[in-house]
Structures are given as structure tokens and as C-alpha cells.
């Protein structure tokens, strides 16, 4: 998972969550959650010089979950690779 995608994915008293979806392969979800972040950022308006894009996490987690995934312990079992 990009570093950016799990930041949003977030974590609990209990560990690190991440999004999960069966069947699913790596290549496919990077893609998912490169479409749920742009459609889910917008400009920054602070004028943070390292801090471009404002993301709305209530937006990702809804696009994410449209697209068929599950908040989940990161510890669950690894998504499938394409050989």
C-alpha cells in the first residue's frame, strides 16, 4: 500500500488499519486508491509550502468503499500479486 494511502487509512489503540478487498490484486489497488486520492484532494489554502493538496478522509474512505473495500487490521492477509 503507498505510504500516503495508509496514512489515510489511519490506526487504532489496536494496530495499523488498512483497506482490503478480496480477490483484489496490488497493481489493482494502488490504481483504486490513486483514483479515490485525486478525486478525494483539493488545493491547499494555507499556503504550506510542503503541504500542496488538502485531503478530505471522510471522501476517500466513502470512495474506497464504493469501489468494494474494507477497513481492516493491516495484519490481515497479503492481496495476491499478478505474476
Not at 489497488?29 to 478525494?40: F, H, P, T, Y
Not at 478530505?56 to 505474476?83: F, S, W
Amino acid at each position: 500500500m503507498p505510504i500516503f494511502a495508509s496514512r489515510i487509512a489511519g490506526s487504532t489503540s489496536s494496530g495499523a488499519l488498512a483497506y482490503r478487498k478480496p480477490g483484489v490484486v496490488a497493481a489493482d489497488q494502488e490504481q483504486d486508491e490513486k483514483v479515490c486520492l485525486r478525486s478525494s484532494s483539493g488545493p491547499n489554502d494555507e499556503g504550506y509550502l510542503l503541504l500542496p493538496f488538502e485531503l478530505d478522509g471522510t471522501a476517500y474512505r466513502r470512495c474506497m468503499e464504493v469501489r468494494g473495500y474494507v477497513l481492516e487490521p493491516a495484519a490481515a492477509a497479503p492481496r495476491p500479486v499478478r505474476p
